[in-house]
């Protein structure tokens, strides 16, 4: 993949991200929010739309929004304003979305994009972040109660999303992706959402235009609809960068457009041309008042933020002297941050601690889904084991794999190591006989490591190792071989 800039424009891109809200229940009624369940089994006459149902704002959802705005470092606005966004589609009831427009909830804000995993920052500016609630989803793939055709399912309908809308300062693909990925991170970091891209709470529409290089203006831009994987979006801005640069080249003009991706064929293609604006005929909402944000309830969010994850990863690399690198890893989720610091704190040598999350935890929980925190292994127990190791109880490689072990079922290290007949192997007689053995079985070895050959050493020990199937403490089989050494 090449992040080589274009040879002849300049790329701009800006990204409208829709995230779904982790409430209890729907935006303005009390309809609860589940994915994958039965087709119409959470929708109420507000839902449906039914004349006379009034929605009434979840205040759940509008205390998640503000604590995304300030992590966002946005302006919240005293006062925004529910409109209507007026258009048909099977699977919008009401014929209107609920939607801030004119005067959303946040303004401003900004983000800081790690690009190159070394410390270094991009500021990406935010221009707003508003709520509204999410469509239903209609279904043409599938029988619904024994019925083919296609249907309509109303449990999303209503569903609270925030719209995150950022400036065009994206200068390419790969940018548009770490900026997607720290704001899942951030996201996910102060508890606003899930960010579960499977389950569709985290949707992303891109606009793309292309400048030549040096000019002020900005070119005509594209948007490229419901991205939702990552590698869509930069597969889908690589392939419109080039659809755009030929027709350029060619000396055309870009057509205002809105485009769909094929990742199968890795091309962009028109879904409809704007001619001009969409005309949504928004008005705000008679049946809502406008939302009022007092400065209390402002700051008692604002005093509720846990520590960022641009903050943390600074304090983690400066406090344990980790690199930039490994600070970033650690600080991947939050969940993972907390195990760490707790873990560091309980055995004392940080630098050790972290050598064995960023190892053997990262690996055995690649091995499965979901975060730490969802694991039965709990860091003292990881501390545990590695004090194991420190006394020589256990060898480091045949104690790493149980870190799966522990994740899987929990307990005490030392029972599992015990239960795995994995206790270090550290008595003498035993060892020395082992020892002996493998001297007597390649008579030669000595002389030559005598002679000064270090890599007979290597040898020596993984053939005691074999013979006490990896349970020799390492030091005590060197300590023999030295004394048979000089004998
Ligand atoms: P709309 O409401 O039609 O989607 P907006 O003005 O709200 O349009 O812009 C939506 C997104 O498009 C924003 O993220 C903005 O940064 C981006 N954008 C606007 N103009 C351009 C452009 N010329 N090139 C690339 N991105 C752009
Ligand atoms: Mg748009
Ligand atoms: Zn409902």
């Known amino acids: 993949m090449s992040a080589a800039p274009h040879p002849r424009y300049e790329v701009v891109i800006g990204l409208e991200v829709h995230v779904q809200l982790r409430t ?16 119409n089994h959470h929708a109420c006459p507000v839902c449906l739309a039914l004349p ?22 946005c302006t ?47 500021r990406v500016r935010l221009t707003r ?22 249907h309509v399912d109303l449990n999303r309908a209503g569903v609270p999303l925030l719209e995150i809308v950022s400036e065009p300062d994206l200068r390419s693909p790969e940018q548009a992706g770490a900026y997607l990925r720290a704001l899942r991170q951030l996201l996910r970091y102060v508890d606003v959402s899930d960010a579960d891209l499977e389950k569709g709470h ?36 690589r392939a419109e960068i080039e659809r755009q640069a030929e027709r350029l080249d060619a000396g055309e003009r870009v057509v205002q457009a809105t485009l769909l991706y094929d990742p199968a064929t890795e091309r962009t293609r028109v879904m409809r041309v704007k001619e001009n604006a969409d005309d949504y005929r928004y008005f705000p909402d008679p049946d809502l008042i406008p939302l009022e944000i007092e400065s209390e309830a402002l700051e008692r969010a604002r005093a509720a933020l846990p520590e960022l994850p641009e903050a943390r990863r600074r304090r983690l690399a400066e406090a344990y002297e980790l690199s930039a690198y490994d600070a970033r890893q650690l600080t991947e989720s939050r969940a993972l941050a907390d195990f760490f610091e707790a873990a560091a704190r309980a055995h004392g040598n940080p630098k050790t601690v972290a050598n ?23 860091p003292e127990a990881l501390v545990g084991l590695v004090r194991l190791v420190e006394k020589g109880k256990v060898t480091a490689s045949n104690a790493r794999p149980l870190v799966a072990e522990l994740m899987q079922r929990g307990g005490d290290p030392q029972a ?7 206790e270090a192997v550290a008595d003498t007689g035993l060892l020395e006989g082992a020892v002996d053995e493998v001297l007597a079985a390649h008579p030669e070895m000595l002389e030559r490591l005598r002679a000064g050959e270090e890599k007979i050493l290597n040898f020596l020990m993984g053939q005691v190792m074999r013979r006490t199937r990896g349970k020799a403490n390492p030091a005590a089989v060197r300590d023999i071989l030295n004394r048979r050494l000089k004998d």
């Open 416 to 422: 599992l190591v015990r239960e795995r007949g994995l």
């Open 24 to 39: 209890e229940s729907k935006l303005f009624c009390g309809c609860a929010v589940r994915y994958g369940e039965d087709p």
């Open 202 to 237: 985290f949707r992303c529409d891109a606009n793309l235009s292309l400048r030549p290089r040096g000019a002020s203006e900005l070119g005509i831009r594209t948007e490229l609809k419901n991205l939702n994987s990552f590698r869509f979006v930069e597969g889908a801005l």
């Open 129 to 150: 972040i508003h709520m509204e609630e999410d469509a239903g989803k209609s279904i043409h793939d599938r029988a619904v109660a024994g019925q083919d055709g296609s």
């Open 76 to 122: 919240v606005q005293g006062r925004s304003v529910f409109a209507r966004k007026n258009y048909f589609y099977p699977d919008l009831p009401k014929g209107y979305q609920i939607s801030q427009y004119e005067e959303p909830l946040a303004t401003g804000g900004f983000l800081d994009v790690e690009l190159d995993g070394e410390g270094g920052t991009q």
């Open 52 to 73: 006379g149902a009034l929605p009434v704002l979840n205040r759940q959802a509008v205390e998640l929004a503000l604590r995304a705005a300030l992590a966002a470092h």
């Open 356 to 378: 064995w999350v960023l190892r053997d935890v990262l690996q055995a929980l690649k091995e499965r889904s979901g975060e730490i925190d969802a694991t039965a292994l709990a």
